[in-house]
């Protein structure tokens, strides 16, 4: 049973008067021509909770960051003001920014590994941030660096605190920078996109870690998030931004429940619900249940070390894919969801089982032998940047699949390239640009032209959207159909976000510990889950009902507690 970091604070959340924790007025932000802040002005009050939603490159996170400074030194231009508990910003010098960081107002980033020193253990980092704000002993940082991870929920603190980065969970991780950011005690934390890439349980428990500390410490809380369901478990107020300006601002309830600006509302008309079913650009012919699938999983077991460093990833999976539908994988991570992805496009190697392709065994084929079937079988990654030669212009990518298929002459491999790059929604004329000058949803539509080059009959898609804002997740989503339904290609759609795939799946299947513990029609598996371990990611999905928000975080507790 973990203890509150601080007694918690019963006095009025603003007294008559007060001054309020953030005051912001005019801040303008440009990089060189770019001017990611317009004139944004906003104030928080106190012990509140702010959530600044919006799509990428809507100047959220930028924003967010003229809060503590960040932006000095890196040649941004900062015009405004930029008072944050009692500290104006624009005009502090270094050893003032110094003291408002970590002591007064904190942050937590997005993604963790790059916040984290690889080098050194978790409790030394949070400790070192501890004397830096405090005249502590090294013993006295050391006892508050386990006592936060404890508060955070990390089990057996004192042991964990040695760890590394890379032996933690992504969920730990971010559950370490949260420590580190309690660690002084602050009276602002600014939460920059703190659960992107976590799957829903993970996401779910930061979420309600988060609205604990806020009610016990009484800190101010800044949310910065795409998704505007973590912004309705979280938050008393929304600010909708877009091209840099502020679109709508209000209480939560009444800005997702009754928005009055057009774009809010197609904010969230783009965002994924669990109970809607599945929308196709046109109605299709669906599988039939004796028609012969297309990729058939027989008893899937894959391992990966040796002796007592076993692990078994994949444990005896079973499923088919027919032609023309999509199926569904969730999970949380580590539940094996990739690892599968990638053995049933013979990325990976089957330890045991069974792999049908078209009737055809391909599980035990050598790599020679199944040279003709890897333009059936093709994957789009999670990640387009890693995936995507940062030295080589998207057309030559998009092209590489029709030279590995013996196509030689450039002219009709440039024009096959302008068709590919076209039908994905992306100007043909832009073959020679890089991966760097594409956002993230046109580099993923890159990955879609690549994969369709092939002209495949079966695509796996890993996380094709985890890291999107939710109008290009559904023109991603929205593609993908259309594609499917004009080619008649099978899907498998592996994502943690159980609203996407409720939206793109026929069937669905959940993954858990290396194993599916349950399958069927997504309706049905939705609808009415048999699982427990189904029922829980389901109630873990985030609600844009702020009173049903309230609710799911009340009974996660009483489970957790049980």
Known sequence: MTKPLTKPRTESRVEAGAQPLVEVEGLTVDFGGVRAVDGLSFTLEAGGALGVVGESGSGKSASAYALLGLHRGTGARVSGTVRVAGTDVGAADDRELRALRGAKAAMVFQDPLSSLDPYYAVGDQIAEVYRVHNSASRRAARARAVEVLDRVGIPDAARRADSRPHEFSGGMRQRALIAMALACEPRLLIADEPTTAL??????????????????????????????GVAAESVDEVLVMRAGREVERGPVAEVLGAPREPYTRELLAAVPRVDAVRVAPVPRPRATADAAPLLEAVDLRREFGRGRGRITAVDGVSLTVHAGETLGIVGESGSGKTTLGRMLVRLLDPCEGRLRYAGTEIGSLSDKALLPYRRDLQMVFQDPVSSLNPRRSVGESVADPLRAAGERDETRIRARVGELLERVGLDPDRYERYPHEFSGGQRQRVGIARALAAEPKLIVCDEPVSALDVTTQAQVVALLAELQRELGIGL??????????????DRVAVMRQGR??????????????????TRQLLAAVPALDPLLAAARRTTRKELAAA
């Open 199 to 228: 799957d829903v349980t993970v996401q779910a428990q930061i979420l309600d870690l988060l609205h604990t500390l806020r009610h016990e410490t009484g800190m101010g809380l800044l949310l910065v998030t795409h998704d505007v």
């Open 492 to 505: 498998v759609f592996i994502a943690h976000d159980l609203a996407v795939v409720r939206q793109v799946s």
């Open 516 to 533: 599916i513990v349950e399958q069927g029609p997504a309706d049905e598996v939705y609808g009415n889950p048999r699982d427990p371990y």
